[in-house]
């Protein structure tokens, strides 16, 4: 059974900086992209970042400059680091996975974590 952990959520100021973690672990072939969404209080998830297995990323406009998304495949985990955040980055940040288990690929979601961003 293959399983999302994420990590490193909370409260911070605005401006302030968070990194978010998320570990893939069970039985997994590839990795293959790997992402994160969010989803505020009345709000629809949203796709914040992405990155292939080969390192190609993809941001939200609203993002770009501020987050950066990268990987450890070694480690099969992802990591978002959040610079200059504000208010309107409240949410809770869920890590997505599309991978290879058996017996075939998959979508893997974590459980989410909270950011909050006081202003």
């Known amino acids: 059974q293959v399983q999302l952990v994420e990590s490193g959520g909370g409260l911070v100021q605005s401006g302030g900086s968070l990194r978010l973690s998320c570990a893939a672990s069970?039985?997994?072939?590839?990795?293959?992209?790997m992402g994160w969404y969010r989803q505020a209080p009345g709000k629809q998830r949203e796709l914040v970042a992405s990155?292939?297995?080969?390192?190609?990323?993809n941001y939200v406009d609203s993002v770009k400059d501020r987050f950066t998304i990268s990987r450890d495949n070694a480690k099969n985990t992802v990591y978002l680091q959040m610079n200059s955040l504000k208010p309107t980055d409240t949410a809770v940040y869920y890590c997505?996975?599309?991978?290879?288990?058996?017996?075939?690929?998959?979508?893997?979601w974590g459980q989410g974590t909270q950011v909050t961003v006081s202003s």
């Open positions: 997505n996975a599309n991978l290879s288990t058996w017996p075939r690929t998959y979508d893997y």
């Open positions: 069970g039985i997994i072939f590839s990795i293959y992209t």
């Open positions: 990155i292939t297995s080969g390192g190609r990323t």
